[in-house]
């Protein structure tokens, strides 16, 4: 690779000593790495197993006297919101340094069946899939009121996680790469991040995917381009070798900025697309009048037909069934709401997808390079902050709340600061993106137009959900 295609600028390579330092730290103790991951395996038992058991809180325990209403702030106040956010600091390092799932995975592999992974598995959209079914599952059980709802939740991922280490690959991690929906999080938004691991001696050629090697995500090292899959384990960094990976900060989206250099793909840009939507329609089905003005409609509908079962209460692990807190959802209920959620990703997705295409044109017709698609691809990827920031306000926001001391408003007017900053980057990312496709400074603002039109579009809908305005 030639150095000018190098994407550490001068003022972060001469900061790189201290890096080495850092570097040296995680090499050193990369050993050590097992005990935590064993420990955050108890963390989650007590998290996910224990409060499911537990008597029913009363009105008056908070997340400081009852264990089940401290663990959901953790999971969702916490957790959630700011493993996503930690990722434009430190990319992909809670799957490699804490996540107990992936570790469990990896355990697995080592006395499993270790089969080669199949071509299915390897699909790109298996993990786009996988958040979607996940998200939509969690909203008709009330995975963020109902403590069972949490243990079906990532329980049940958890024992997915170690079925396909216990009969896929060894010693790696097939999980983490093909179908974990945290990690598809995490990954395609660590290219926002500011940690970047380069091999000491890049091959040219692009990427590769190698179920032998360091890597436990299955990442042929030597080709690395892309942060996406790589997890921070350090197992491929030896700074005393010639070769293998080093440590490097940089500018955080930076990758983004020259995404061309570092494996765009296209699937990850539908996946903002359709991540939005599904934050969006989460929410907009528990604030929005109309949905249940359209429930009770095609209930209606579906009763004349003759469908009295949409009246049953659908099975415990489909749909919240808690009597005892009022809440028992029929077919009805969870046709409806998964309904409604594909609906908005849907159309969210499409109306992202036609404004990101008419900039794409634009923007050749002002001069940028490449295809149509290609163009289409990476101007795409200018959405990401506003679909990370569109899932921390939809599926974390309980990560506000304590906000509420500064006053009522307090909440909304953060959400409505990170949202505008977020915007304000893509704006940002958008403008970069388009000088390198060698679009002129004077005439990137038509291409920018539909692609920032889109992403207000985005913002009106939270508008509606979020701030009650």
């Known amino acids: 690779m030639s150095s000018s295609r190098r994407v550490v600028p001068i003022a972060v390579a001469e900061a790189q000593p201290r890096v080495g330092r ?4 995680f090499v050193h103790q990369r050993e050590r790495f097992v005990w935590l991951q064993a420990a955050m395996c108890l963390v989650f038992v007590v998290l996910v197993f224990l409060p499911p058991w537990l008597p029913e809180p009363t009105l008056d325990d908070g997340v400081t006297t009852h264990l089940a209403l401290a ?3 953790a999971m969702w106040g916490l957790w959630f919101p700011l493993v996503l956010l930690s990722v434009v600091l430190t990319g992909r390092s809670w799957c490699g340094l804490l996540c107990p799932m992936g570790a469990a995975s990896e355990w697995a592999s080592r006395v499993g ?4 992974v199949p071509r299915w598995l390897r699909w790109s959209g298996v993990p786009v899939v996988s958040f979607i079914v996940v998200t939509i599952l969690g909203q008709t059980l009330g995975v963020r009121e109902h403590p069972e709802a949490v243990l079906i939740v990532f329980g049940g991922t958890m024992a997915l996680a170690v079925l396909f280490g216990a009969i896929w690959a060894r010693g790696k991690r097939p999980w ?7 990690g598809l999080l995490l990954g395609v938004f660590s290219r926002l991040g500011a940690v970047q691991f380069e091999p000491k001696r890049p091959v040219p050629g692009g990427e590769r995917y190698a179920e032998i090697g360091l890597c436990p995500t299955m ?3 030597a080709r690395k381009q892309a942060s996406r899959h790589c997890i921070e384990c350090f197992r491929c960094v030896h700074p005393q070798s010639q070769g293998g990976e080093r440590l490097r900060l940089r500018r955080p989206g930076l990758e983004v900025e020259r995404i061309r250099e570092h494996a765009p793909d296209a699937t990850e840009v539908w996946f903002f697309f359709l991540a939005t939507g599904t934050a969006l329609g989460g929410f907009l089905w528990l604030m929005l009048p109309s949905y249940q003005e359209l429930r009770g409609d095609v209930g209606r509908a579906l009763l004349a037909l003759g469908w009295s079962w949409i009246g049953n209460a659908a099975p415990a692990w489909i749909g919240s069934s808690h009597p005892q807190r009022g809440e ?4 009805l209920d969870v046709g409806m709401i998964a309904g409604y959620m594909l609906f908005w990703a849907a159309a969210t997705a499409a109306m992202l997808a036609l404004a990101t295409a008419i900039s794409a044109w634009l923007a050749g017709q002002a001069g940028a390079d490449g295809t149509l698609r290609s163009r289409f691809v990476e101007l795409g990827y200018l959405t990401m902050p506003v679909a990370l ?3 921390v306000i939809g599926l974390g926001s309980r990560l506000f709340e304590p906000l509420q001391a500064l006053g009522e408003a307090a909440p909304g007017h953060a959400k409505q600061a990170l949202f505008g900053l977020a915007v304000l980057w893509s704006l940002h990312l958008g403008n970069r993106i388009l000088a390198l496709q060698g679009v002129p400074a004077a005439a990137r603002w ?10 207000g579009a985005v913002g009106l809908s939270w508008w509606a959900a979020i701030f009650g305005l």
């Open 22 to 25: 850092i570097e040296a730290f």
């Open 71 to 73: 663990a959901n702030y």
């Open 113 to 116: 069946l270790q089969r080669p």
């Open 176 to 182: 983490c790469r093909h179908a974990c929906p945290i």
């Open 219 to 221: 990442i042929d090292i």
């Open 328 to 331: 028992v959802f029929s077919w």
């Open 389 to 391: 920031v569109s899932l």
């Open 446 to 455: 038509r291409p920018l137009l539909p692609s920032m039109a889109g992403i």
